[in-house]
């Protein structure tokens, strides 16, 4: 499976599990930004798996759909060492907010060779922000057109 098919799963998955799906919730919109932070310290320090099991209360997708998710990325990262070199870091590159409900924080992971975006889309319950999909793939060419 390519990067951008583990895309477009991710994407897919998120959405057919947000039916039926319990997420904690984010109560602001000044938390989405240190949320999404945290995330990404987890991916660039310890690994995608950190970078989950920050996620995994807020994400509107159930376990399972999760759990498949992070396989299929851990497999795609088997090859992120020759392809792209070692990650380095990550840089919050912009957001964009779409009336009261959507919110969507773009941020690269910045390896030796690439940037690597990563998208995070929240929406606001009656109960607060979850985060409704997020995705990653190696098309940073895509952010420009985005922002």
């Keep these: 499976m390519t990067i951008r098919l583990l895309a477009a799963a991710l994407a897919v998955a998120a959405l057919m599990g947000a039916i039926g799906a319990r997420a904690d919730t ?7 930004r240190p949320f999404a932070d945290r ?16 996620m995994r209360p807020y994400v509107v997708m159930p376990e399972v759909e999760l ?17 792209f070199g070692k990650t380095i870091g990550f840089e919050f590159i912009g957001q964009k907010k779409l009336g009261e409900s959507l919110v969507r924080l773009a941020y690269i992971e910045k390896t030796e060779r690439r940037a690597l975006p990563w998208l995070f889309h ?7 922000w979850v985060l409704e999909s997020f995705m990653c793939n190696d098309q940073a060419s895509q952010l420009f057109i985005m922002q």
């Design 26 to 32: 984010l109560k602001t919109d000044a938390d989405l």
């Design 39 to 54: 995330v990404m310290q987890g991916v660039a320090g310890a690994g995608v798996s950190a970078g989950i099991a920050v």
């Design 67 to 83: 759990q498949k998710a992070l396989l299929v990325m851990q497999s795609q990262r088997e090859a992120y060492p020759d392809r």
């Design 122 to 128: 929240f929406y606001r319950t009656r109960n607060g």
